[in-house]
């Protein structure tokens, strides 16, 4: 098994990052405009990419201001059964966020990609979090 991990400081308090990774109102600005959004434990979220590109995440669990964690359930089969956490700790107002992507099978080119890409991801939530505006997929230039 193989796991992405980045940290990530974020020179905002931990309630606005996790208001970012848990409303349709963050994630269309961090992420995906295309987007369907639940915020409660068990639902499942979805993540459109393009016409034929679907994410499907169920909600495994919510602590505010702490900690956001997604189960894959549809996507690239490669994504399909791995979590997706996202660990906030705040000190003086500013976050260290720490991603993880875990339980990939094997190291492959489209996990190499993937790694690139959550780091964009993480560059997209620090911009929104700090100057109000983030990189969506719609925006970025892959």
């Given at each position: 098994?193989?796991n992405?991990?980045?940290l990530?400081?974020?020179?905002?308090?931990?309630?606005?990052?996790?208001?970012?990774?848990?409303?349709?109102?963050?994630?269309?600005?961090?992420?995906?405009?295309?987007?369907?959004v639940h915020?409660?434990?068990?639902?499942v979220n979805?993540?459109?990419?393009?016409?034929d590109?679907?994410?499907k995440?169920?909600i495994?669990e919510l602590?505010?201001?702490?900690?956001?964690?997604?189960l894959c359930?549809?996507s690239?089969p490669e994504?399909?059964?791995?979590?997706?956490?996202f660990e906030?700790?705040?000190k003086?107002g500013t976050t260290?966020?720490t991603?993880?992507?875990?339980?990939w099978k094997?190291?492959?080119?489209?996990?190499?990609?993937c790694?690139?890409?959550w780091?964009?991801?993480l560059?997209?939530?620090?911009s929104?979090c700090?100057?109000?505006?983030?990189?969506?997929?719609?925006?970025?230039?892959?």
């Open positions: 098994m193989a992405i991990e980045h990530q400081t974020i020179h905002a308090p931990a309630a606005e990052a996790y208001q970012a990774l848990t409303t349709a109102k963050g994630l269309s600005e961090v992420w995906t405009r295309e987007l369907i915020e409660q434990v068990g639902a979805e993540f459109h990419f393009g016409d590109d679907l994410t995440m169920r495994v602590i505010p201001s702490q900690k956001v964690e997604w359930t549809e690239d994504w399909i059964g791995t979590t997706i956490s906030l700790k705040e003086n260290a966020l991603l993880r992507h875990k339980n094997e190291v492959t080119n489209f996990y190499r990609f790694n690139y890409n780091a964009m991801f560059f997209s939530l620090k929104y700090e100057d109000g505006r983030g990189l969506p997929y719609q925006e970025r230039k892959f």
